[in-house]
Each structure stands twice: as C-alpha cells, then as structure tokens.
C-alpha cells in the first residue's frame, strides 16, 4: 500500500482529535479526505507528512514507517499544504532548483519536466510574487513532484482559485493521479466528484464513511418525474417509500423516497393505474453536500 494508517489516536490536551484511524491507500488512486472543520484532517495530514507523531498508532508511507524512519518515508512524498509557503522573490526556475537540491539525485533537467507537466512555461520567467494564485498553486504542485514521489499530499489544493484555475488545478491533479496516489483535502464538493475516487470522511476524530465514489449512496433516493398532464398531489399517497413529494412547475414533480430499492417501476404502474403518461424519468446523481450533511450530522 502506498499510504497505511493503522490505529492512529492523538490528543490535544483533554481533546482526543483522532479516535482510532484506520485506513490503507493503494498505487494509482486518488482519495477525498472530507470532513468538518476541526474534524480531524489537518492532524491526519501532518502526521502523515511527518510534522507531528500520534500519540498512538502508526503511519507508513510506500511502506516506509514515518515514525521510526522519518526522512526516508519523506523522500517519497510531495506535499502541498493549504497555505502554499513560497519565496516570492524568487523566479520561477530558481525555487524551483532550490527545492530540487533537498532531494539528492535529482537531476537538473526535472526542473523543465515539471514545468511543462505543471504549464508554468509561460510564466516560468518572471519571480514567483508577479503570479496569480493560480500559477503559484502550479509552482507549489511543481515543488511538491520535483523529485518524482509516489505519493502526493494536497491540502485544500485550490483555496481561492478562480473558475478558469479551478478547472486546471483539478485536470492536473487528475492527471498526476495516473500514476501517483494521491489524498486530497477539500471542502468543495464539486472535486470529491469530478477528480477523487474514493471518499474518506472524518467527522470528531473518526472516520465515518469510507467509500469509492461510485457506491456511495444516501439515506433517499430522489426521482424526477414529467408527466403529459397534470397530477393531483393527494394521488402520491398511494406511493410506498414516499418521504417527500414537490412540485417544480408545470407537470413535474420531484419525489423522495426511502432507498431500500429502486422505485421507478413502481411510477409507471402508477401512471398506468392513473392512465397518464410519464414523458421524463430520472434519478439525481448522488447530492455530496446532502450526504456530508447526512453523515456528519449537520
């Protein structure tokens, strides 16, 4: 496994903010590390990068103990933190080939592969202080796979990037992902679907839902209906395993039900029983927000 949290507990004073952490992250995935603020995941990363020890537990990296053998388990991360510290006076290539030299055996030529992998050639001239946030977020990711690690850790990687940057932040991490595993802190719920294939969620020092993305599923399923004339609302009581019924416009109407099976069958027997016909059908793509919500209990 390419990252292992076995048994991980940490205190902070009375505080126990990690309560028994377990869990193994294979070659080539990329993970969604979710949570509350102060749930949790800030600690899992700084122990995983070596900043801080758990009190209890241990933590490996490409198989390598970071408490027991701390630089060699760093040689196999990169690590871009929330608030990407940088030496603004520095160009681009300079900071660059400064980090490269706390990696020995890293060649100088990386310093150009990660430029053209991260799209910094355009701006690879100027000093890092003349950036956008989103070019420094590149010179951060550029720093972080200098030394070609098998193992990125990305804290809140794309915090204030605009909508064109958010776009390209997520398309190279997805592309780093390839062949790099990859745990990604984040409070957008856009990237848990667009990049991660795999959900961890943190909720008071616990883990709470651990999950590939495709399998997750809610306490309900929701059902958009369209049908070719107008349906008295009193009709859907009929419906078993209706929680919630609203009525967007016109003749649809959006339905909620239990999730014990799939209720779309159901409809068309009762629009046949009602002789109407249904014009549109479909269940909602899994609500992120609804289920970290759900789970966390907010």
Do not use: C
């Amino acid at each position: 496994m390419a990252i292992k949290a076995i048994g991980l507990h940490k205190y902070y004073g009375n505080q126990h903010v990690l309560n028994d952490i377990w869990f193994d992250i294979p070659e080539g995935q990329i993970v969604g590390l979710l949570g509350p603020n102060g749930a949790g995941k800030s600690t899992i990363m700084k122990i995983l990068t070596g900043y801080i020890l758990p009190d209890r537990g241990e933590a490996e990296v490409a198989g390598i103990s970071i408490i027991h053998n701390p630089l060699d388990a760093k040689r196999k991360i990169g690590y871009l933190p929330e608030h990407n510290p940088l030496y603004t006076e520095m160009y681009v290539r300079e900071y660059l080939n400064f980090v490269r030299k706390f990696y020995p055996g890293t060649p100088r030529s990386r310093i150009e592969e990660v430029i053209e992998m991260t799209g910094l050639a355009p701006e690879a001239h100027k000093k890092i202080g003349q950036l956008s946030k989103g070019y420094r977020q590149r010179v951060g990711l550029a720093a972080a796979i200098i030394h070609n690690p098998p193992v990125l850790i990305l804290d809140e990687p794309t915090t204030g990037l605009d909508p064109n940057q958010l776009v390209e932040i997520r398309e190279l991490i997805k592309q780093l992902g390839k062949n790099k595993s990859i745990i990604l802190s984040t409070h957008i719920m856009q990237e848990v679907e667009q990049i991660v294939e795999r959900v961890i969620l943190i909720n008071k020092g616990k883990i709470v839902l651990d999950q590939p993305v495709e399998k997750l599923e809610t306490d309900k399923q929701i059902i958009t209906v369209e049908f070719d004339t107008k349906i008295e609302s009193e009709w859907f009581k009929r419906l078993d395993g209706l929680l919630h019924f609203e009525n967007p416009g016109n003749n649809v109407w959006e339905l909620h039900f239990d999730n014990k099976r799939d209720h779309r069958s159901a409809l068309f027997d009762f629009a046949v029983d009602l002789g109407v016909k249904i014009l549109r059908i479909e269940i909602a793509r899994i609500d992120m927000e609804s289920l970290f919500r759900q789970k966390t209990g907010r």
